[in-house]
């Protein structure tokens, strides 16, 4: 009994009867638009007193309400956002956006015609039937007190009428509800159906997904090589100022400044990057490091870390493609960052950087670590490095060669998106 009562008269219930007023409500202009048409096509000049005009009229008003969805492509977000605020449904079984292929706005009129149909069914009785069936329940005590049966049929004179009148009454408005609630649910059902997303809709969804995620991997892969590299060099940086604090303070002095430098550019590459993370924030202002802009400097901090660092750069880095040469520095840097990260500052980094048949060519070349000098790692700037020449169009090999660690890198100069 309670679950009955709630499934008629429960939130979920009222809330989609709110929602067939709305269709009913919708319906009217097409139906004032349909009497136009029955009045005069049948020389009535009292049409809303004649049931069957009034039903004409309707049937009249519906081809219309279609046509209106089929030609008005936000018709499914007004629909879709009614559904979803009115009809408890799972939000993202529903499309987004306007109807854009013949086959949604097709599916978009059959529900706006639906919707409209069944809400003006719902809404005439929901103003008809609840007077009538007050009407029914006060009936036994007015015509016993004032002696009227309110203009009721004859029936009523007999006792068991008007004894059975309030139950009729309670019955009906019953039944109006049953009739809404049954109306409300088939508008839930046919809405996922008549309302989901298209595969044109799911493959846009796909597309802007698959944008997202290369965003973010872009922006972990900038966090990555930014940071990780500020924090190996500013560890080599600080262990040795601090050997050397006692015996060499300018060198303690240089490499104390080298890590305020590190730092205090990191954080604002850092900024940069976060800047697109926030909702409504631009990019940041900081510029992206570039190989013929900044390779110096990375160099110098590098160095200033007490880690030995022999680069050739055969080729003009300025003529570089921006693009190319913007991840070619963080190629650069990640190539620095894993040598200092696993080598520990023993040996010699030999940094090349040249252009042949149209390539250019990027080798960091340290000694293989020993078991003491590994630190663990996650091979995440590898993988980042191997992400930045596939995008380029480029190749790139990793590993041990004799007793050295290489990392090479081929990146074509024409073509560069």
């Known amino acids: 009994m309670r679950t009955a009562a709630g499934t008629l008269f429960g939130g979920r219930a009222r809330r989609r009867w709110v929602h067939l007023i709305l269709g009913g409500a919708l319906a009217m202009p097409y139906f004032l638009v349909g009497s136009l048409i029955v009045g005069p096509a049948t020389n009535s000049r009292y049409l809303f007193n004649d049931l069957s005009l009034q039903l004409a009229s309707f049937a009249l008003a519906l081809p219309m309400a279609a046509l209106t969805a089929a030609l008005f492509p936000p018709a499914r977000s007004l629909e879709a956002g009614a559904v979803r605020a009115l009809c408890g449904l799972d939000p993202d079984g529903l499309a987004r956006g306007p109807a854009r292929s013949r086959a949604a706005r097709r599916r978009t009129a059959a529900f ?5 149909g069944l809400g003006g069914i719902v809404a005439g009785m929901s103003l008809a039937v609840p007077p009538f ?3 029914l329940i006060v009936l036994p005590v007015v015509s016993r007190l004032a002696g009227t049966r309110m203009g009721m049929p004859t029936v009523f004179d007999h006792a ?3 004894a059975a009148a309030p139950v009729a009454g309670l019955a009906a408005l019953v ?5 809404a609630a049954g109306a409300g649910a088939l508008l839930a059902r046919s809405a996922p159906v008549l309302l989901g997303p298209g595969p044109e809709d799911r493959l846009a969804a796909a597309e802007a997904r698959a944008a997202d995620l290369a965003v973010r991997n872009r922006l972990a892969r900038e966090l990555h090589d930014s940071v990780g590299h500020a ?5 080599l940086q600080a262990s040795a100022a601090r050997r050397v604090l006692d015996s060499d303070p300018e060198f303690a002095r240089e490499a104390l400044a080298a890590i305020e430098e590190t730092t205090r550019r990191t954080v604002g590459e850092l ?15 900081a510029p992206a490091p570039t190989l013929a802009a900044d390779l110096e400097g990375l160099l110098r901090r590098t160095r ?19 693009v190319l040469s913007r991840e070619a520095y963080r190629i650069v840097q990640e190539g620095l960052s894993n040598a200092l990260r696993h080598g520990g500052g023993r040996g010699t980094v030999a940094l090349r950087i040249g252009v042949a048949d149209g390539r250019l060519l990027i080798d960091v070349e340290n000694p293989l670590p020993g078991r003491q000098g590994c630190r663990p790692g996650g091979g995440h700037g590898l993988r980042g490095v191997a992400d930045r020449v596939r995008l380029l169009g480029g190749s790139s090999r990793a590993g041990p060669v004799d007793d050295m660690w290489r990392l090479s890198v081929r990146l074509p100069l024409e073509g560069t998106a």
């Open 112 to 116: 706006f015609t639906l919707h409209l």
């Open 304 to 322: 200033a870390g007490g880690q030995r660092v022999t680069a050739s750069v055969g080729t003009d880095t300025t003529a570089l493609p921006p």
């Open 231 to 235: 924090l190996s060099a500013v560890m």
């Open 175 to 179: 039944g109006l509800a049953a009739c």
């Open 271 to 285: 900024d940069a990057v976060l800047g697109v993370l926030r909702d409504g924030d631009p990019p940041g202002t």
């Open 160 to 162: 068991w009428a008007s």
């Open 133 to 135: 069936a007050v009407v």
